[in-house]
């Protein structure tokens, strides 16, 4: 797999795992069951969409520590091209 070939799955895991986040309430677990990816895998990716600018909480329901979205970052793309990558 070339490095560019594991940058687009990267970038391709980063997006399913924003829409679990955005899509409900799931904890580390949930998300890495769901992936069939390790807890630490998920939590790199939540920091990654954090540092993409994504608002991503992590709080407390019914005694289990959950996902939230507070924002998606909407211009990606634009960022992207600002900084003069395609």
Known sequence: MTHYERAIEIQQRLDVVLGLVAAGQLSTPQIADELGVSTATVSRC???????????????????????????????????TKAGKP
């Open 46 to 80: 939540i920091e990654a969409l954090r540092k993409q600018g994504h608002h991503i909480k992590a709080e407390k329901l019914d005694g289990q520590w959950c996902y939230r979205l507070l924002e998606r970052m909407t211009n990606r793309s634009t960022k992207l």
